[in-house]
């Protein structure tokens, strides 16, 4: 009897045991490995390691940086999950491999800070705590055509139509010169061809990739590379951080190169999104759109990469965490100076003059006022 009494015993601690390791809070730790193009924090962890250890997109957890600090931020599947300026834990696109520390247009390193070398701990924070807003917002898109209505939606290709702008004048795509692993480039590099472009703003490239992809083998684009070989491509190589004065300095580069060189234009970064958006913005601005005009042309990337439907609750989300966002820091640049516990409800953007705001932000950013009218003339039907 006693042995049985002794067995059960055994048995009960052992399964509690088991429970109390199968419950076991996630945690994942690790250094800095190094730091992207963008400013985001690579840690010496992947994406499988992170999810090996518990972690699920949706989740809450709080990181704590051996320098830097502690964060409470979502695990996400792209940046702009938790609106422009916001930190997650990313892995972008959900390709389940590198696993970021990352900021929506702003650079982690320029605007928190970081070490090589800086030991990291995750652990979980809210299991799920952000999951219903992830899965609202998710921003995963197909990279087949057959998925989308038009090829102008796929390759995000559209003529910009705000008030001011002369028509057949303005467009904003995808890159046409950059595989990125999927054919995007071949629709805008046709559509590019379409419609007659003559001088292209790359934001994301340099000539070195540019010169790269045009040689790689299978590369089926022909009406951009020809444009860059006649010298009508500027490659900025812009980080997506367009608030600082690296940036500042690549859009007024890209502002002159529009000045001396013909139109139609083409503007793209690569998914024709961020830098892209930001970019376009402001002329549209400085030709005469309002706030809404700008917002709605903002959003259509939205709508054409992940099905975002004007008035639902996925793009209503989406354009207060990032449309918004993004008018108001053209008109309050400084913002980007103190995010540490900015309030982003609290913002009022109905009374920006977006031309006035589209000025300012090109002088600080080195135009002249003759220089910014040259512009104007350029891409304004007055």
Known sequence: MMMKKFLFCLVAAFLLFSCEENFKTPEITGVIDHFGFHGDIYPSFNTKDVKKAGFEYGDIVKVEFEKLGTFVIPFTTAYSEVGVAGLSMCDYLERNEECTFSMFDASVIDRLGGE??????????????????????????????????????????REVTTNGVMPKTLYRSCNPLNPNGNTRYRYADSLAASVGIRTEIDLADTKEKIEKNIASEGYLASYCPELYRNGNVIALSMKADVFTDESLAKIADGMRFMIDNEPPYLVHCNEGKDRCGFFVMLLESLAGADVQEVLDDYMQTFINYYGFQKGDKAYDMALDMN??????????????NHLNGFDWNSIDI????????????????????????MLKAKISVE
């Open 116 to 157: 090589i070398g800086e030991k990291i701990k995750v652990t979980m924070y809210e299991k799920g705590g952000y999951l219903d807003i992830h899965n609202t917002v998710k921003s995963v898109y197909s990279m087949n055509r057959s998925d989308f209505s038009s090829d102008e939606v796929f390759a995000n290709f």
């Open 350 to 373: 109905t009374d920006i003059d977006m031309h006035d705001a589209a000025v300012k932000f090109l002088l600080s950013a080195g135009l002249t006022q003759e220089e910014i009218a």
């Open 323 to 336: 449309g918004k966002r993004i008018v108001y820091l053209l008109a309050h640049p400084e913002t980007m």
